[in-house]
């Protein structure tokens, strides 16, 4: 039987508070669908470049972690951004502020 999936905009708020409490600047720049919608990550360093951030199937061990799909210049990942929203209209899309590339994706709860 499939693992229960906590409701998109539950985890969304979730990971914004615990962006806020560790002082990175965080914004919902496309709210998907409350329930069900993917979420991808998208970390700005503030020099002109980003990383893009999304859960992927682990077949292996049947969990979904956080994996890096791209980094390079940030007009580069909005073109990216774009693209995966016109396949998936339900998505949710998160871009943080950091010039250490934190994004806490590997912090217990957040994984």
């Known amino acids: 039987m499939a693992e ?8 969304v708020a979730a990971y914004l508070r615990r962006l806020n409490l560790s002082d990175i600047p965080a914004y919902v720049t496309r709210h998907g669908d409350d329930t069900a919608g993917a979420v991808m990550v998208k970390c700005a360093t503030l020099d002109g470049r980003a990383s893009l951030w999304s859960r992927e199937w682990d077949f ?4 979904r972690p956080w994996i890096q799909l791209s980094q390079g210049a940030e007009r580069d990942m909005d073109a990216e951004i774009a693209r995966h929203i016109s396949r ?12 250490d590339s934190i994004t806490l994706l590997d912090q217990q709860g957040l994984a």
């Open 88 to 99: 998936d209209p339900d998505l949710w899309v998160i871009e943080i502020e950091s010039r």
């Open 60 to 63: 292996q061990t049947d969990q």
């Open 4 to 11: 229960a999936r906590l409701a998109a905009g539950i985890w």
